[in-house]
């Protein structure tokens, strides 16, 4: 069964960074595309960036230059490591991956940039 945990959300000032994690089970990261995603009340969930089984990743405007992803296919794990934070990235962050055309998610972890 294939299950994903996020964690690294927390409580961040404006500028600050945090970096998520995504812990894959039941299937490898290394073979299966996966994305972060957030969401916030009322909105669509919208994608934050990507990253394909080649490595090749891709990033919404709104956070190009400012967040990386990447994966760690030794630890079964995917990252966003998000810097320059802004009061606007305040969201709950969700990851996913894409299995044999299946998508699946994690339950996802609540980030907050505030002062």
């Known amino acids: 069964q294939v299950q994903l945990v996020e964690s690294g959300g927390g409580l961040v000032q404006p500028g600050g960074s945090l970096r998520l994690s995504c812990a894959a089970s039941?299937?490898?990261?290394?073979?299966?595309?996966m994305g972060w995603y957030r969401q916030v009340p009322g909105k669509q969930r919208e994608m934050v960036a990507t990253?394909?089984?080649?490595?090749?990743?891709s990033y919404a405007d709104s956070t190009k230059g400012r967040f990386t992803v990447s994966r760690d296919n030794a630890k079964n794990t995917m990252y966003l490591q998000m810097n320059s934070l802004k009061p606007e990235d305040t969201a709950v962050y969700y990851c996913?991956?894409?299995?044999?055309?299946?998508?699946?998610w994690g339950q996802g972890t609540q980030v907050t940039v505030s002062s």
């Open positions: 996913n991956i894409l299995v044999r055309g299946r998508l699946y």
């Open positions: 039941g299937t490898a990261v290394s073979i299966n595309p």
């Open positions: 990253i394909a089984t080649t490595g090749a990743t």
